[in-house]
Structure formats: structure tokens, C-alpha cells
T-cell receptor
Framework: GENVEQHPSTLSVQEGDSAVIKCTYS??????FPWYKQELGKRPQLIID?????GEKKDQRIAVTLNKTAKHFSLHITETQPEDSAVYFC????????????FGSGTQLTVLP | NAGVTQTPKFQVLKTGQSMTLQCAQD?????MYWYRQDPGMGLRLIYY???????DKGEVPNGYNVSRLNKREFSLRLESAAPSQTSVYFC?????????????FGSGTRLTVV
């Protein structure tokens, strides 16, 4: 099955700086890569996703890049704000019929004021 | 439109007790999933149901059973709870079809087994 590795596990940045979180996946047939943000005590919320036929996608301060050849994808957050502090999870969609997601282990992002 | 509803939100069990976690979605999604979340380990898939009438094991199915009661409801049962099952459990659902990939998560059940 799919295996997703995520780095770093913790990341601290100054407000206004950029943050980058990286993930690698193992199944070359995976074709969908979402990112979720989870605030303390809350459910994970989808913030951006990318499909395998696209190399980059941007939504305001958030962008995701995908390198299919190397089987890695990254989340980029620019001009970070304290409200960006949360745990971020990457995921890759299994090629099976249920389209189940395999998640990375998460990155605790702290934006320091 | 409630999305995905999970009950209960909190539960404390004694070792050996049983319980069922309930999940219902009102978005007409075909696929439903149960994940557990433990510190430093992300979300791990317990069981999933690709469509009504089918269920399959995920990464960590031992100690759990599931029932896809109908298209809306997907329950998770712990027959004999163990301290290792202390976790936060999330139910999720997803539509199936071209262009429809995202998960909608429930609010979670925080389970403690003592």
C-alpha cells in the first residue's frame, strides 16, 4: 500500500516569513494529494489539493507543488500569520476503488509574533 | 446541512467493555472511512466502505469491526476495549467520481480506555 512521509515534524517561523512542509509518497499510481490543517481540538480541514496532471497550484498565500518523477510534494505558506499555527497533514490518494487517503504524520507549525 | 455527524464526542471505557461509535453523513457520499489519530502518528485508516454494502480493512483493523448500515451510516465497534485503543477517532466521507476527491471529516470522538 501507499506510504507517505512528512517533514519536518515541528516548524517554527517568525510572523511574515515563509513556511515549507515536504512529503514523499511511494505509490506511483497515486494521483491526488490534499493538504489538511487541524487546529487544536478540531477536525482536519482541507486547505488545498493538487492532482497529478498539475505541477503547481496556488490559493492566495498557500501553494502546493508536485514532482511526480521524484514522488514528492510540498506545501508553501507565505507571509505567515499567527492564525496559521496548527498541525498540517499531507495525504496521498490510494489507487484503489475506495479512494482512501494515506496521511503523513503531521507538522506542528508555530508562527511566532 | 450537517455534513458528517459523529457520536459520542467523548467516552471513557473500562478495559474489556464494548461500545459503538456512530457516524452519519447527509451529503449522499458513496465512500466512508474510520481513522484513528494518535500523537506523532497522523491519521491511520481502520476500516473503509467504498459503497453501501461493502467494507474493507485499512492499516490498523485489529480490535475493531464496522457496519455500513445504509448509504448514510457507518459505525465502528470495539468489542473488548483495550488501553491501546485510547485515541481520537474520526469518521470521514467522500463522493466518488471524476473531479470529486475530497474528504469531509466529522468532529471526532475522544475515547479513553482505562
Amino acid at each position: 500500500g501507499e506510504n507517505v512521509e512528512q517533514h519536518p515534524s515541528t516548524l517554527s517561523v517568525q510572523e511574515g516569513d515563509s513556511a515549507v512542509i515536504k512529503c514523499t509518497y511511494s505509490d506511483s499510481a497515486s494521483n491526488y494529494f490534499p493538504w489538511y490543517k487541524q487546529e487544536l481540538g478540531k477536525r482536519p480541514q482541507l486547505i488545498i489539493d493538487i492532482r497529478s496532471n498539475v505541477g503547481e497550484k496556488k490559493d492566495q498565500r498557500i501553494a502546493v507543488t508536485l514532482n511526480k518523477t521524484a514522488k514528492h510534494f510540498s506545501l508553501h505558506i507565505t507571509e505567515t500569520q499567527p492564525e496559521d499555527s496548527a498541525v498540517y497533514f499531507c495525504a496521498a490518494r490510494d489507487s484503489g476503488s475506495a479512494r482512501q487517503l494515506t496521511f503523513g504524520s503531521g507538522t506542528q507549525l508555530t508562527v511566532l509574533p | 446541512n450537517a455534513g458528517v455527524t459523529q457520536t459520542p464526542k467523548f467516552q471513557v471505557l473500562k478495559t474489556g467493555q464494548s461500545m459503538t461509535l456512530q457516524c452519519a453523513q447527509d451529503m449522499n457520499h458513496n465512500s466512508m472511512y474510520w481513522y484513528r489519530q494518535d500523537p506523532g502518528m497522523g491519521l491511520r485508516l481502520i476500516y473503509y466502505s467504498a459503497s453501501e454494502g461493502t467494507t474493507d480493512k485499512g492499516e490498523v483493523p485489529n480490535g475493531y469491526n464496522v457496519s455500513r448500515l445504509n448509504k448514510r451510516e457507518f459505525s465502528l465497534r470495539l468489542e473488548s476495549a483495550a488501553p491501546s485503543q485510547t485515541s481520537v477517532y474520526f469518521c470521514a466521507s467522500s463522493p466518488v467520481g471524476a473531479g470529486s476527491y475530497g474528504y469531509t471529516f466529522g468532529s471526532g470522538t475522544r475515547l479513553t480506555v482505562v
